[in-house]
Antibody, heavy 123, light 110 residues
Framework: QVTLRESGPALVKPTQTLTLTCTFSGFSLSTSGMCVSWIRQPPGKALEWLAR???????YYSTSLKTRLTISKDTSKNQVVLTMTNMDPVDTATYYC???????????????WGQGTMVTVSS | QSVLTQPPSVSAAPGQKVTISCSGSSSNIGNNYVSWYQQLPGTAPKLLIYDNNKRPSGIPDRFSGSRSGTSATLGIAGLQTGDEADYYCGTWDSSLSAVVFGGGTKLTVL
């Protein structure tokens, strides 16, 4: 069974750096075709894709946020980490990690999602 | 403002069929596969349709997808009250090298 779980602080202050961890099981990010993305959703608003890391360590970022984002993986721990610098109240959102299995799905599809973690940016 | 355009809301009676549109451009829907997600209140999105018209295991055939040119459509037949949710389309955008989503459509089953 494939599962993903997000973890990180529930509250960060403006200008601080946010670090989120996605811990997954049921697959390996060293397996060809596996990818993990971060996606966020402000309260009452739409989904916004943030970043993706692939099995071969290729990385992709949202054009509008790329200067603030870094995505990395620790294959031995089955974890993907996202850091976002210079946090602002508009970054308040639920942050999800999600898997793409490129063997079975196209690159824009996410077959398994974590439950999400709510992050509030406030002083 | 989302790259893909969806109607904010749709509604229909139980048992009826509803369609949700998703409009994009040649850099996204026109040349890449579309997926659809259902988000029930307070939960994470769930994959309903991938590669334009394929259903993951466990998704009933009441849900269908299609693509024509730079638009895609999600169809839901035999509506049930449990289908009330937000629905999102998504795809890869080759110009942005990024995944893009629609703004979401709220389905109300009257």
């Amino acid at each position: 069974q494939v599962t993903l779980r997000e973890s990180g602080p529930a509250l960060v202050k403006p200008t601080q750096t946010l670090t989120l961890t996605c811990t997954f099981s049921g697959f390996s990010l060293s397996t060809s075709g596996m990818c993990v993305s971060w996606i966020r959703q402000p309260p009452g608003k739409a989904l916004e894709w943030l970043a993706r890391i692939d099995w071969d360590d290729d990385k992709y970022y949202s054009t509008s946020l790329k200067t603030r984002l870094t995505i990395s993986k620790d294959t031995s721990k089955n974890q993907v980490v996202l850091t976002m610098t210079n946090m602002d109240p508009v970054d308040t959102a639920t942050y999800y990690c999600a898997r793409t299995n490129r063997i079975q799905l196209s690159i824009g599809a996410f077959d398994i999602w974590g439950q999400g973690t709510m992050v509030t940016v406030s002083s | 403002q989302s790259v893909l355009t969806q109607p904010p809301s749709v509604s229909a009676a139980p048992g009826q069929k509803v369609t949700i549109s998703c409009s994009g451009s040649s850099s996204n829907i026109g040349n890449n596969y579309v997926s659809w997600y259902q988000q029930l209140p307070g939960t994470a999105p769930k994959l309903l349709i991938y590669d334009n018209n394929k259903r993951p295991s466990g998704i009933p055939d009441r849900f269908s997808g299609s693509r024509s040119g730079t638009s895609a459509t999600l169809g839901i037949a035999g509506l049930q009250t449990g289908d009330e949710a937000d629905y999102y389309c998504g795809t890869w955008d080759s110009s942005l090298s990024a995944v893009v989503f629609g703004g979401g459509t709220k389905l109300t089953v009257l």
